[in-house]
């Protein structure tokens, strides 16, 4: 059982390939098949969200990017899909569409959504790292298509972003073989990451929401 764990582990650190010129990914899943993800279906947004204080949050789609209201935005570092509103810097892009990297929300139950990270965010202010925004989505077939993002952005840790969101779109195709572009790298897991999966493995993301990572550096509960 323990082998087999690991072995969900290490192809868990898999970096996700997307379509070019599309909205669909694609990412290995256990006894050699793959899952396929389409977003297209997802409302486009833009949403606006919170964090509990006074900070706006303008998100949409995955799948592209937009320019936010300039009524609530003095200026823009560059396109993204997610911004937060700052009033001395204007709106911050929390991520960058075209660096993005995925997983199946849980290895216990790999029908139950897709954990997408885009990372590459503005780095200023004080986030030396770059701004990372994480999209938890949950498979969720009786949702409707137009169903939004939850409407409270957690940040942790410091300068990582996590949306939730509910949607049909996020419940993956299951087929055989490897992905649709070719087998991708499997970069060697850290002890980090193994200890990060097994531990991930025992959890049910319809049941709770810990925040899942790709490593070390997302991995943590969220209070």
Request: some cysteine; charged content about 15%; proline content about 11%.
């Amino acid at each position: 059982m323990r082998s087999a764990m690991l072995a969900l582990a290490a192809i868990a650190t898999q970096a996700i390939a997307a379509a070019a010129g599309s909205c669909s990914y694609c990412t290995p899943a256990s006894a050699g098949n793959h899952l396929s993800y389409d977003l297209s279906g997802l409302p486009s947004g833009a949403f606006t969200l919170a964090d509990g204080s006074s900070d706006k949050y303008f998100v949409q789609s995955p799948c592209g990017t937009f320019v936010p209201p300039k009524a609530e935005c003095s200026s823009v570092e560059f396109e993204a899909s997610a911004y937060q509103a700052n009033s001395a810097y204007g709106c911050i892009p929390l991520g960058n569409a075209s660096r993005a990297e995925g997983q199946p929300l849980s290895w216990a139950d790999e029908g139950a959504g897709l954990h997408l990270v885009q990372r590459g965010g503005s780095n200023h202010p004080e986030c030396n790292g770059g701004r990372v925004i994480v999209y938890r989505g949950v498979c969720d077939k009786d949702a409707p298509a137009s169903n939004p993002p939850n409407e409270t952005v957690v940040e942790s840790p410091r300068c990582t972003y996590t949306v939730l969101w509910s949607n049909p779109a996020f419940c993956p195709v299951r087929s055989p073989g490897t992905c649709p572009d070719g087998p991708q790298a499997l970069p060697k897991p850290t002890p980090e990451q193994l200890h990060w999966q097994v531990r991930t493995l025992r959890w049910s993301p319809r049941r709770a929401w810990p925040l899942h990572g790709l490593g070390p550096s997302l991995a943590g509960p969220v209070t």
